[in-house]
């Protein structure tokens, strides 16, 4: 069914209002970045694992892989939640070692959608350190080993590129005996 003029008028009321609060720092919910805990509504740097954080993009420059990182056993962060329980502290995953490697959190910018907001809560990492991961990390991102879900002789591979111009990387998925094959963006 069509959303009502009433309808629309608020959803945009709301949109606005969470524009507005990320502008000024505020968290609308989620669990806090490893490092960060949530005092009054905005991110605060937690002294226990701000140095573990930090020590995770340090490390990251010295062995120059993920998986070597991964390997390594790097605990995420252990919080409780609003119904009481204490959850996460497990290893993390490669996945999210690289989110939290590219989260701007860490150098104290907010972002919603395509904006970012600066300083609106302390860095846990300078500028140096993070330019020189995000500069590791474009250079991995070219030879990504071969794994079970890349096309291998993919024939447009190095040939296709996205919106930003990054080349596309094959892939395949199977259903039952047939294969799929597609391309996405890095």
């Known amino acids: 069914r069509p959303y009502s003029l009433e309808e629309i008028r608020f959803n945009e009321r ?7 609060s990320k502008a000024k720092g505020l968290r609308m ?10 005092v009054d509504g905005k991110l605060a740097v937690n002294v226990d694992e701000a140095p573990r954080a930090r020590r995770i ?5 010295e062995l120059g892989k993920l998986n070597a990182l991964e390997r390594e056993g790097v605990q995420g962060k252990r919080w409780v939640n609003k119904a009481g329980a204490v ?6 995953t490669r996945g999210a070692i690289y989110y939290l490697l590219t989260n701007p959190a860490y150098r104290g910018i907010t972002r919603h959608k395509d904006k970012r ?7 846990i990492v300078d500028q140096d350190l993070w330019d020189a991961v995000q500069a590791r990390l474009a250079e991995g991102n070219a030879s990504q080993p071969k794994t079970e879900m ?3 002789g993919a024939r447009l591979e ?3 590129f996205d919106d930003r111009n990054n080349p596309m990387v094959a892939v395949h998925t199977k259903r039952g005996a047939t294969r799929y094959r597609y391309y996405l963006s890095r």
């Open 29 to 38: 919910g989620g669990r806090p970045p490893f490092g960060y805990d949530i």
């Open 14 to 20: 709301i949109r606005d209002k969470v524009a507005a």
């Open 158 to 160: 190095g040939l296709v």
């Open 117 to 123: 907001y600066d300083d609106t809560h302390p860095a």
């Open 150 to 152: 890349r096309g291998e």
């Open 57 to 61: 993009f340090e490390r990251y420059l």
């Open 87 to 92: 959850v996460g502290g497990g290893a993390m």
